[in-house]
């Protein structure tokens, strides 16, 4: 099977872009911003300023240009490596920062942004996207849910509760699965022995699209479909996106013990910023300096928020028990007590 694209590597177009030159500007904007976040974030975990980190490098495509075919009321779902999508459907890069610092009040979105806190636990977060679609259908809204989700999770239970609940209840859900070829050190083969993860989407009884996760233009055209689709009552969407994450699983995991150089290069050479910047100098909308601007300004935007997330009071131990019941158990009066007791704050 081809994967859908409508951007070459070199920058050349197949067919019409989905969006004109204005609003792919925006997008390149966007995309460099997040990678400026994700760097920013790499150093910051080796200064001991940040807890283990997921980059996403590489993955910018297939993330921003999915949120940008969703309307901004739209619920996203999302896991540990997609902070750019999370961010470009209003989550902040402060609270991201924060709940990567370990503490918990990053989980707590603005008031309107329909984002959920980053799921850790590989899989679980499907269920509650197809939930909260199913409850806004219910409610006769038209909005959707797109949950965010990697190859791997493809192999969890979870997954396949939420494809089944969604295709037997048509509810307005996208499934975005980022195929980026492993999950931690497990290649995408020894994953499953489905040829390929859409044909999944067949036994769920929904459609299946595999695209290119590399190609922005690509990207929102397939999720433009999916929401479509979702909005008019017509179902949920499975999309495979073919992409590959350039760094580690995690600032804590060594690659170079399950893959090649020569195949992080080859992967480094469809780059999805590249690959937008060379379609833009094409068309005309490009130019150094403001390149330049824009990403002077990502910097200055992502410092920021780091500063913001440093600034907030340190998270006192004692207030895990405050948010936990409105009524403390016993048990928990008990834990409080023995944390006082140690010395820890209350
Ligand atoms: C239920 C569960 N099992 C195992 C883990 C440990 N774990 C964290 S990330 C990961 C791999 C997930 O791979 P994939 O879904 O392909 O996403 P990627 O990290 O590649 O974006 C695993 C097994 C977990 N967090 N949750």
Redesign the pocket.
């Known amino acids: 099977m081809e994967p859908i694209r409508l951007l070459e590597v070199d920058g050349t177009l197949r067919g019409d872009p989905p969006v004109d030159l204005d609003e792919t500007r925006r997008l390149f904007t966007a995309m460099v911003t997040a990678r400026a976040y994700d760097s920013k974030c790499n150093a910051m975990q080796v200064q001991g300023r940040l807890a283990t980190y997921?980059s996403f490098e590489g993955q910018e495509a297939a993330q921003i240009g999915s949120i940008a075919a969703l309307r901004n009321d739209d619920w996203v779902v999302a896991?540990y490596?997609d902070a750019a999508a999370m961010w470009f459907q209003g989550y902040l890069w402060a609270n991201l920062l924060l709940g990567r610092m370990g503490d918990e009040r990053g989980g707590a979105p603005p008031e309107d942004v329909n984002v959920l806190p980053p799921s850790?636990?590989?899989?679980?977060h499907m269920i509650h996207a197809v939930g909260l679609g199913w409850a806004e259908s219910l409610q006769g809204s038209d909005r959707i849910a797109m949950a965010l989700?990697?190859?791997?999770?493809t192999s969890?239970g979870d997954f396949h509760e939420a494809m089944n609940f969604a295709g037997v209840f048509s509810t307005p859900t996208v499934f975005l699965c980022?195929n980026?070829g492993?999950?931690?050190s497990m290649p995408r083969q020894r994953q499953t022995a489905a040829e390929w993860l859409t044909n999944k989407a067949i036994g769920y009884g929904m459609p299946g699209v595999l695209v290119d996760g590399n190609d922005l233009f690509a990207m929102i055209g397939v999720t433009r479909d999916a929401v479509g689709r979702a909005r008019a009552g017509d179902g949920p969407t499975f999309i495979e996106a073919l992409t590959f994450?350039v760094g580690p699983?995690t600032t804590t995991d060594d690659a170079a013990r399950y893959r090649s150089d020569d195949l992080v290069e080859e992967w480094r050479r469809r780059d999805p910023i590249d690959r937008v910047r060379l379609y833009l100098q094409r068309s005309g909308g490009w130019d150094e300096a403001w390149e330049t601007e824009l990403a002077e300004s990502a910097r200055g935007a992502i410092e920021e928020a780091v500063t913001a997330a440093e600034s907030v009071d340190p998270f006192e131990p004692g207030a895990i028990f405050d948010r936990m019941y409105s009524t403390p158990t016993s048990a928990m009066d008990r834990q409080r007590a023995a944390l006082r007791r140690d010395g820890g704050d209350d």
């Open positions: 997921a896991t490596r850790i636990t590989v899989g679980a989700f990697g190859d791997g999770a969890e980022q980026n492993f999950a931690i994450r699983h």
